[in-house]
């Protein structure tokens, strides 16, 4: 089941301002609040830092993206995770 992050749920009220009640709004604006205020930012040593920039900016992705993508693909190759899975008509580029 999918559940969309705060983020999303914000743009969508966004989208749709008049049809938001106020109640609604008051929610959605205090957890990203809240989810902003517990956000901590996480401190790495000068060489990773570096190298988390470098590729993030070879990705086009964000700093937090990429922590995120190494962080999942950890997970997934030590079996925290479960793996995705291939599909057999699916498309492997020579890696099966």
């Known amino acids: 089941m999918y559940s969309p992050d705060t983020a999303t749920i914000l743009e969508d009220a966004a989208d749709r301002i008049a049809d938001i009640s106020r109640a609604d709004l008051q929610i959605m ?10 956000a901590g930012a996480i ?3 000068d060489d990773v830092e570096e190298a988390l920039r470098d590729l993030a900016g070879e990705s086009g992705v964000t700093r937090n993206d990429m922590i995120r993508y190494i962080i999942r693909e ?11 899975e291939l599909d057999e008509d699916g498309d492997v580029d020579g890696n099966a």
């Not at 950890?74 to 995705?84: A, F």
Request: charged share 25%; no cysteine.
């Open 43 to 45: 401190s790495m040593d």
């Open 74 to 84: 950890w997970m997934e190759t030590n079996t925290y995770l479960p793996v995705h």
């Open 29 to 38: 604006l205090r957890r990203a609040a809240l989810r902003l205020r517990n």
